[in-house]
Antibody, heavy 119, light 108 residues
Framework: QVQLQESGPGLVKASQTLSLTCTVSGGAISNGGYYWSWVRQHPGKGLEWIGYVFYSKNTYYNTALKSRVTISVDTSKNQFSLRLSSVTAADTAIFYC???????????WGKGTLVTVFS | SYVLTQPPSVSVAPGQTARISCGGDDIGSKSVHWYQQKPGQAPVLVVFEDSDRPSGIPDRFSGSNAGNTATLTISRVGAGDEADYFCQVWDGDSDLVLFGGGTKLTVL
């Protein structure tokens, strides 16, 4: 079981870019076999998959967010990152990083970080 | 696009069996995964690939999937099982990961 920890600003100004990093411990991202993922949850609402990245840097995004999302991986730091551009209040959410198994399910999750978009 | 439908809430008395459904068109042809989320906490995988349990998840949690409905069954329900439960699939046609809207389980 790996541990994942999200980090980044808790407040982002509208129209700016949200940037978060997930640090993975207890296992190397470069070992392969997993899809390193971002999922968000609007306050009091359900879960929304944002996208994931493979250690080879292949990426897969939710089509609803694809034009604004970039997920990248830094195997030397054992981290992966999320950038979401042109944010609005509708992007206020708890953002989770998670480990995806075979592009199917998520077996380990970070604790989540709340990002609030303000104007 | 593919939609997963869950009842907003399910209530059950302690010691009884809770069944939470997840509906979708021919969902039986997909692999369904279930997560438990308690207030203020991250989701936890409780069932994967329809009916398998991760290590550490009690065998009171079980899953099934056929036709247009997948079901998470929790037997001998206790207060500690109160949580939101989400089903999830990967839809190969759209190449999307999809979650159901979630079901709040209340133990009476």
């Amino acid at each position: 079981q790996v541990q994942l920890q999200e980090s980044g600003p808790g407040l982002v100004k509208a129209s700016q870019t949200l940037s978060l990093t997930c640090t993975v411990s207890g296992g190397a991202i470069s070992n392969g076999g997993y899809y390193w993922s971002w999922v968000r949850q609007h306050p009091g609402k359900g879960l929304e998959w944002i996208g994931y990245v493979f250690y080879s840097k292949n990426t897969y995004y939710n089509t609803a967010l694809k034009s604004r999302v970039t997920i990248s991986v830094d195997t030397s730091k054992n981290q992966f990152s999320l950038r979401l551009s042109s944010v609005t209040a509708a992007d206020t959410a708890i953002f989770y990083c998670a480990r995806g198994v075979r592009r199917a399910y998520f077996d380990d999750w970070g604790k989540g970080t709340l990002v609030t978009v303000f104007s | 696009s593919y939609v997963l439908t869950q009842p907003p809430s399910v209530s059950v008395a302690p010691g009884q069996t809770a069944r939470i459904s997840c509906g979708g068109d021919d969902i039986g042809s997909k692999s369904v995964h279930w997560y438990q989320q308690k207030p203020g906490q991250a989701p936890v995988l409780v069932v994967f690939e329809d009916s398998d349990r991760p290590s550490g998840i009690p065998d009171r949690f079980s899953g099934s999937n056929a036709g247009n409905t997948a079901t998470l069954t929790i037997s001998r329900v206790g207060a500690g099982d109160e949580a939101d439960y989400f089903c999830q699939v990967w839809d190969g046609d759209s190449d999307l990961v999809l979650f159901g809207g979630g079901t709040k389980l209340t133990v009476l």
